[in-house]
C-alpha cells in the first residue's frame, strides 16, 4: 500500500484528559446537575484555577474558610447538593489532618460545618439564670408530718427516711383521706410527692385496726387491704421499695409487688402466704385475678391507679376494666375470721386516680373508676384557675435550656457537651439521656463506652453477671475532676432482672454517673441525687417532655435539664416550653468550644488524631472522623449504628398529632442524620419493618440501592424520602409503644 505521505502527531500528557467524577448521596436531580457542571465547567475570570474547582458543582461553590461565618451562607444548600464526590485523581492527593494516606484507605474528613440548615430563632444564652422559690418542695415553716394526725410510729419512719414536713399536694390528700371515704382524683406535678400522699393515709387506717381492738393484731392472712397500680416494673419496684421502708416498724403487715417478667409461680407462692398491700402492673394483675385462686378481694379497700395518663397512653385500658369489673363484684367482708371487725376502714371501695394531666384518656379513666369523686390539687395560680384545661409545668426551679444543633453536629456536641458537665467538680453527679428508641440505647451505649478491660467498682460486683452488658466506665467524657465516669442503659427490651440490676446499680453509685435510656424510665422513678436531665431526642408529647425533666429538680432540690433541637421546622417546639417554665438557649459552638478545650482522651486508636493546637472546628471534625473509622473496623458496632439510624427514623414519625408540624419527618436530610450516628452514607431499609407488620410487599428498588462496591448500602435518598412519606402516617396511628416503652 502506497505512503500518502500524512503524519500524525499526538502529545499526551501524564494525566487522563477529562477524569471520570462520581458523585454519592444528595437527590438524583442534584447529582445529574453536578455532573453536568463537572462535564461542562464555566470559565470563569476570576481566581478558581485548581482542578478540585473546576469539578465543583454550581450549587456547592467553594467556601473560604469552613468557620460558623460560613455556616449560614452554606445554609441556602439545605436539603440539596450535599454530597461528596470521588475522581482518580484525589487518590493521590495529600492528605489533610486526621486522612490516611494509605493506598485503599484514603478516608474523608466530614465537613461538618459546611451546608448546614440556619438557626431561625435567637441565641440568648442563660448564664443570668438564679432559680426562683421551688414549687414541689416541703413546706417546713408551715407544718410538720404530725401535725397531720397520722401515727407517731409513722412519723419516726419518715424522720429516718430524713422527710420531716409535707409538701403542698400532701397537705391537701392526706387529711382527706384520713377523714373520707370518698373517691379521690390527684393531680400534682413531678417530684412533689404523690406517692406518700396516698401510702401515709392508708398505712394509718390500718394500722388503727391493731390499736383499738384489745390489741389484736391483723396479719398477712387478714387479707389484701390496698392496691396500687403501677404503669411500669421499674415504678411498681420503686412504690414497693418505698412502702417497705414505711411498714419496716411493724413486722405484722406484709407487702409484695408483682410485674410481668417475674416468676408467677413465685408471685402465687408470696400471694397464698398472705399479702395485706399489693403493688403490681395492670397486665400481671388481670392475669392473676383470672388465674390465682388465692388472691382474694373482698377485704380490699384501696385502689390506686397511679400515674393515669401512662396507664392510659400504653394501653392497658383493657386490663384495667377488669380489674376495676371484679372488685366491683365482690362483696365487701366486714369482719375477719377471728372476729376481728374491719369497721375502722372505709365502708366501700376507694379509688385513688393520680395522674399529672387531664387528658381525654385520663378522663375516660376517671369515669370507668371514680365515683363522685374530689379533685385535688396543689394551690394554683389565678391563672391557672380561670383556664379549664390546667397547664402541666416543670417544677420552677428547674432550669431548661434547649440547644440548637444541626443533625451532622449532633454526636460531637453531646459528647463536647458531657465532656464540659463532668469538667466541672462537683457541679453533676448523676445525668439521664433520654432517646427515642432502644436501637439508638444500645449504640450510644456500645460507643461512648471504654472498650478496655476495666473492673467495675466492688459495690456493683453483687450484680456483676446482669450489669456486665449493661454497666461500663465510661470513655471520652472523663476530665481530671471526674477521672471515671460510670455509663449505664436501660431500655424496655432488657429483661426485668437486668432492667432492675441496672436501675439499682445507677441510684447507689457513688461516682458521676450517666443512664442511657428510653422513655420506660421516664415516670415516677426517683432516682437519688439526679441532676442533669438531657433529652438527646424530643419526647413524643409534651406531657411526656414534663415527666422526663421530672426525674431531676425533685422535692424542692435545683435540678438542670438540656433539650437538643434540629434548626428549621423544631424551634417551633420551645413556645411549649415557655408555656412550663421559661427556657434558655445555649450555643452550640460554645458547648463545642468548652467541651474541646480540654484534651480528650481516644480509647481506641485510629489514624485520626486531635492535637492541642487544632481548632474546635478541626476537633470535631476530628472526633467525627474518629468514630466513623471505629465503625468502620468494627462490623458489631456498625450494625448498632445502622440499626439505630432505622429506628430513630420510624420513632421519628410517632410524635402525637398536635405537635406533629414541629416535627416533620420529610424534612430530615438523611444524610446528616446518618453522620449524627457515625455513619458516611444513610442505611436503606428504614421502611421495612412497617413492610413486614401490615403484610405489604414493597418493590426491594424503592427501598434501597445496593452501592457495587464492597456490597455496603449507600441510600437513594429520593426514594428512601418518598417512603416515608408513604408510611409516615402509618406509623403515626400505628402501634408507637415499640418507640415509648422499649
Known amino acids: 500500500m502506497a505512503d500518502d505521505g500524512m503524519l500524525l502527531n499526538f502529545e499526551l500528557g501524564p494525566t487522563v484528559l477529562k477524569p471520570h467524577v462520581k458523585f454519592k448521596g444528595g437527590r438524583w436531580r442534584d447529582r445529574k446537575r453536578a455532573e453536568r457542571g463537572a462535564r461542562h465547567p464555566r470559565t470563569d475570570s476570576s481566581t478558581e484555577t485548581t482542578h478540585e474547582s473546576d469539578l465543583r458543582s454550581s450549587k456547592r461553590q467553594r467556601l473560604n474558610d ?60 442563660g448564664n443570668d439564670w438564679k432559680a426562683p422559690a421551688p414549687t414541689n418542695a416541703p413546706l417546713g415553716n408551715v407544718a410538720n408530718f404530725g401535725s397531720l394526725t397520722i401515727s407517731s410510729r409513722l412519723v419516726e419512719s419518715l424522720a429516718k427516711m430524713k422527710l420531716e414536713s409535707p409538701t403542698a399536694i400532701q397537705r391537701k390528700v392526706i387529711p382527706h383521706l384520713l377523714a373520707n371515704s370518698s373517691d379521690v382524683f390527684v393531680q400534682a406535678e413531678t417530684g412533689s410527692g404523690k406517692t406518700f400522699s396516698y401510702l401515709l393515709p392508708i398505712l394509718h387506717r390500718v394500722l388503727m385496726l ?30 414497693h421499695s418505698v412502702l417497705e421502708q414505711l411498714i419496716r416498724p411493724f413486722p405484722w403487715l406484709v407487702s409484695t409487688a408483682i410485674s410481668g417478667g417475674e416468676s408467677k409461680k413465685a408471685e402465687k407462692a408470696r400471694i397464698r402466704k398472705g399479702v395485706n398491700f399489693l403493688v403490681a402492673t395492670p397486665g400481671r394483675l388481670a392475669d392473676h385475678i383470672d388465674n390465682t385462686k388465692a ?50 376502714l372505709p365502708q366501700r371501695r376507694v379509688t385513688v386516680l393520680c395522674s399529672a394531666t387531664m387528658k381525654l384518656n385520663v378522663q375516660k379513666l376517671g369515669e370507668m373508676s371514680l365515683t363522685d369523686a374530689t379533685f385535688l390539687a396543689a394551690e394554683k395560680s389565678e391563672e391557672d384557675v ?15 435550656t434547649y440547644l440548637v444543633v444541626p443533625s451532622k ?18 457541679r453533676t453527679m448523676k445525668a439521664i439521656v433520654f432517646m427515642s428508641c432502644a436501637d439508638s440505647v444500645d449504640f450510644h451505649f456500645e460507643l461512648l463506652r471504654d472498650p478496655r478491660e476495666r473492673d467495675i467498682p466492688t459495690s456493683l460486683q453483687k450484680d456483676k453477671e446482669l450489669i456486665e452488658q449493661t454497666v461500663s466506665m465510661a470513655a471520652y467524657v472523663t476530665s481530671p475532676a471526674s477521672p471515671e465516669v460510670m455509663l449505664h442503659r436501660m431500655h ?14 445507677f441510684s447507689t453509685c457513688k461516682s458521676p454517673s450517666i443512664l442511657i435510656t428510653t422513655d420506660v424510665s421516664s415516670r415516677g422513678l426517683d432516682i437519688p441525687s439526679v441532676d442533669l436531665v438531657v433529652e438527646y431526642d424530643p419526647a413524643f408529647s409534651f ?63 485510629t489514624s485520626a488524631v486531635l492535637t492541642d493546637d487544632m481548632s474546635y472546628h478541626d476537633k470535631a471534625e476530628t472526633l467525627q472522623l474518629h468514630f466513623e473509622q471505629r465503625l468502620l473496623e468494627d462490623a458489631k458496632r456498625l450494625e448498632l449504628a445502622r440499626n439505630g439510624f432505622k429506628s430513630h427514623i420510624r420513632a421519628y414519625a410517632t410524635h402525637i398529632r398536635e405537635e406533629r408540624n414541629h416535627f416533620d419527618i420529610t424534612q430530615l436530610h438523611l444524610g446528616h442524620v446518618a453522620k449524627s450516628f457515625g455513619l458516611r452514607d444513610p442505611p436503606g431499609g ?57
Do not use: C
Open 543 to 605: 406531657a411526656d417532655h414534663i415527666h422526663r425533666v421530672g426525674r431531676t429538680a425533685r422535692a424542692g432540690r435545683a435540678g438542670d435539664a438540656a433539650l437538643f433541637l434540629l434548626p428549621g421546622s423544631e424551634e417551633g417546639y420551645i413556645e411549649f416550653l415557655k408555656s412550663s417554665t421559661p427556657p434558655s438557649s445555649q450555643s452550640y459552638e460554645t458547648v463545642l468550644k468548652t467541651g474541646l478545650m480540654n484534651q480528650i482522651e481516644l480509647p481506641v486508636e
Open 66 to 125: 469552613d468557620t460558623a461565618s460560613n455556616s449560614a451562607h452554606s445554609s441556602k444548600s439545605w436539603g440539596s447538593g450535599n454530597f461528596e464526590h470521588e475522581s482518580p485523581g484525589d487518590e493521590k492527593a495529600t492528605p489533610k489532618k486526621g486522612e490516611s494516606s494509605g493506598k485503599g484507605n484514603r478516608q474523608v474528613v466530614s465537613r461538618l460545618f459546611s451546608f448546614n440548615p440556619a438557626q431561625t430563632t435567637e441565641n440568648a444564652e
Open 492 to 505: 424496655g427490651s432488657l429483661s426485668q432482672p437486668i432492667r432492675t440490676a441496672t436501675l439499682r446499680a
Open 409 to 426: 453536629l449532633r454526636l460531637v456536641t453531646l459528647v463536647s457537651y458531657f465532656k464540659s458537665v463532668f469538667s466541672r467538680r462537683g
Open 686 to 742: 428504614i421502611g421495612a419493618g412497617i413492610d413486614r407488620r401490615t403484610n405489604k410487599k414493597g418493590s426491594s428498588r424503592d427501598r434501597h440501592a445496593s452501592s457495587k462496591e464492597g456490597g455496603t448500602p449507600v441510600m437513594n435518598e429520593k426514594s428512601s424520602m418518598d417512603i416515608i412519606k408513604k408510611k409516615s402516617m402509618l406509623l403515626m396511628n400505628s402501634a408507637a409503644d415499640e418507640f415509648n416503652i422499649g
Open 210 to 239: 391493731s390499736d383499738n381492738f384489745g390489741g389484736k393484731l391483723i396479719h398477712r392472712n387478714s387479707g389484701i387491704f390496698a392496691i396500687i397500680v403501677s404503669p411500669t416494673r421499674e415504678l411498681a419496684k420503686q412504690t
Open 295 to 344: 388472691l382474694t378481694l373482698g377485704t380490699a379497700r384501696w385502689l390506686v391507679l397511679d400515674e393515669g395518663d401512662r396507664l392510659m397512653d400504653l394501653g392497658f385500658e383493657e386490663d384495667l376494666k377488669k380489674v376495676i369489673h371484679a372488685l366491683d363484684k365482690v362483696d365487701i367482708i366486714s369482719t375477719l375470721d377471728g372476729g376481728l371487725s374491719l369497721s375502722a
Open 386 to 400: 380561670a383556664n379549664e384545661e390546667i397547664v402541666h409545668k416543670a417544677p420552677a426551679q428547674l432550669h431548661q
